[in-house]
Protein backbone atom coordinates (compact mmCIF):
# COMPACT_ATOMS: atom_id res chain seq x y z
CA UNK A 1 0.00 0.00 0.00
CA UNK A 2 1.55 3.26 -1.19
CA UNK A 3 1.39 6.76 0.56
CA UNK A 4 -1.55 9.16 0.10
CA UNK A 5 -0.88 12.55 -1.00
CA UNK A 6 -3.25 15.33 0.04
CA UNK A 7 -6.09 15.96 -2.65
CA UNK A 8 -5.09 12.81 -4.89
CA UNK A 9 -2.00 14.04 -5.77
CA UNK A 10 -0.23 11.21 -7.63
CA UNK A 11 3.42 12.57 -6.73
CA UNK A 12 4.89 14.48 -3.32
CA UNK A 13 4.92 17.79 -4.25
CA UNK A 14 7.26 20.83 -3.16
CA UNK A 15 6.00 24.21 -2.12
CA UNK A 16 7.11 25.93 -5.28
CA UNK A 17 4.63 23.99 -7.53
CA UNK A 18 2.07 24.76 -5.47
CA UNK A 19 2.85 28.41 -5.30
CA UNK A 20 3.23 29.05 -8.48
CA UNK A 21 -0.59 27.99 -8.67
CA UNK A 22 -1.22 30.36 -5.49
CA UNK A 23 -0.04 33.52 -6.76
CA UNK A 24 -2.91 33.33 -9.49
CA UNK A 25 -5.26 33.40 -6.65
CA UNK A 26 -4.05 35.25 -3.72
CA UNK A 27 -2.44 38.83 -3.08
CA UNK A 28 0.84 38.10 -3.80
CA UNK A 29 4.12 40.38 -3.27
CA UNK A 30 7.72 39.99 -2.37
CA UNK A 31 7.63 36.75 -1.00
CA UNK A 32 4.01 37.38 1.03
CA UNK A 33 0.45 36.31 0.70
CA UNK A 34 -1.99 39.09 1.79
CA UNK A 35 -0.86 42.30 3.74
CA UNK A 36 0.78 42.63 6.32
CA UNK A 37 -1.27 42.56 9.71
CA UNK A 38 -1.83 44.92 12.65
CA UNK A 39 1.73 43.28 14.55
CA UNK A 40 4.87 44.90 14.03
CA UNK A 41 6.49 41.47 12.84
CA UNK A 42 6.04 41.28 8.82
CA UNK A 43 5.97 37.72 8.75
CA UNK A 44 2.24 38.26 10.28
CA UNK A 45 -0.66 38.30 7.10
CA UNK A 46 -4.08 39.17 6.21
CA UNK A 47 -5.90 38.11 4.12
CA UNK A 48 -9.55 39.47 3.89
CA UNK A 49 -12.43 38.19 2.52
CA UNK A 50 -16.57 37.86 3.40
CA UNK A 51 -16.08 33.84 4.75
CA UNK A 52 -12.79 33.58 6.21
CA UNK A 53 -13.11 29.93 6.87
CA UNK A 54 -13.71 28.97 3.43
CA UNK A 55 -11.10 31.00 1.97
CA UNK A 56 -8.40 29.67 4.77
CA UNK A 57 -9.37 26.25 3.99
CA UNK A 58 -9.18 26.84 0.02
CA UNK A 59 -5.51 28.34 0.84
CA UNK A 60 -4.25 25.51 2.85
CA UNK A 61 -5.74 22.89 0.68
CA UNK A 62 -3.89 24.52 -2.50
CA UNK A 63 -0.70 25.09 -0.66
CA UNK A 64 -0.63 21.88 1.14
CA UNK A 65 -1.56 19.69 -2.23
CA UNK A 66 0.58 16.63 -2.65
CA UNK A 67 2.06 16.66 0.59
CA UNK A 68 1.94 13.73 3.88
CA UNK A 69 -1.13 15.20 5.71
CA UNK A 70 -1.80 14.40 9.66
CA UNK A 71 -4.00 16.41 12.52
CA UNK A 72 -3.11 18.47 14.76
CA UNK A 73 -4.53 17.70 18.27
CA UNK A 74 -5.69 19.62 21.35
CA UNK A 75 -3.30 19.41 24.16
CA UNK A 76 -6.22 20.52 26.47
CA UNK A 77 -9.36 18.03 24.98
CA UNK A 78 -7.59 15.87 22.71
CA UNK A 79 -9.50 17.06 19.61
CA UNK A 80 -8.43 17.61 16.09
CA UNK A 81 -7.75 21.48 15.94
CA UNK A 82 -5.90 21.51 12.54
CA UNK A 83 -3.96 19.72 10.16
CA UNK A 84 -0.21 19.84 9.36
CA UNK A 85 1.09 19.24 5.76
CA UNK A 86 4.82 18.47 4.99
CA UNK A 87 6.12 18.58 1.39
CA UNK A 88 8.49 17.21 -0.82
CA UNK A 89 10.96 20.41 -0.16
CA UNK A 90 11.03 19.84 3.72
CA UNK A 91 8.25 22.88 3.80
CA UNK A 92 5.70 22.04 6.81
CA UNK A 93 2.17 24.20 6.33
CA UNK A 94 -0.42 24.17 8.90
CA UNK A 95 -3.65 25.36 8.97
CA UNK A 96 -6.05 25.88 12.27
CA UNK A 97 -9.57 26.55 12.50
CA UNK A 98 -9.20 28.77 15.31
CA UNK A 99 -5.64 30.79 16.23
CA UNK A 100 -4.62 31.01 19.54
CA UNK A 101 -3.76 34.71 18.83
CA UNK A 102 -6.80 36.24 17.22
CA UNK A 103 -9.33 33.59 17.25
CA UNK A 104 -8.99 33.94 13.26
CA UNK A 105 -8.56 30.84 11.23
CA UNK A 106 -4.81 30.63 9.93
CA UNK A 107 -2.26 29.26 7.63
CA UNK A 108 1.42 28.99 9.02
CA UNK A 109 4.11 28.62 6.11
CA UNK A 110 7.14 27.09 7.79
CA UNK A 111 10.13 27.40 5.01
CA UNK A 112 12.86 26.71 7.25
CA UNK A 113 13.79 23.33 6.16
CA UNK A 114 12.76 24.11 2.52
CA UNK A 115 15.34 23.33 -0.10
CA UNK A 116 13.52 24.82 -2.63
CA UNK A 117 10.98 27.77 -1.70
CA UNK A 118 11.10 29.68 -4.69
CA UNK A 119 11.28 33.07 -3.14
CA UNK A 120 8.55 32.59 -0.64
CA UNK A 121 9.23 33.85 2.52
CA UNK A 122 8.30 32.56 6.27
CA UNK A 123 5.23 33.82 7.01
CA UNK A 124 1.67 33.40 9.43
CA UNK A 125 -1.43 34.18 7.71
CA UNK A 126 -4.56 35.07 9.51
CA UNK A 127 -8.00 34.88 7.31
CA UNK A 128 -9.87 37.88 8.75
CA UNK A 129 -12.97 39.22 8.21
CA UNK A 130 -13.58 42.42 5.73
CA UNK A 131 -15.20 45.39 7.37
CA UNK A 132 -17.91 46.90 5.31
CA UNK A 133 -18.54 50.72 5.43
Not at 9 to 38: C, E, H, M, T
Not at 69 to 90: F, M, N, Q, V, W
Not at 105 to 133: M, T, Y
Request: positive net charge; charged residues 25%; glycine residues 10%.
Amino acid sequence: MGTCYKGGSVYYRSIGQNVAILKNDYPYANGYFGAKGNSKDPKIRHILSNDPQKIARDFYDKIAYGGVEEPIYSKKTDSIIGYKTRLADGSVISWRNVSSSDGSPAVDVNIERSCDNCGLKQQKIHFVKEKHS
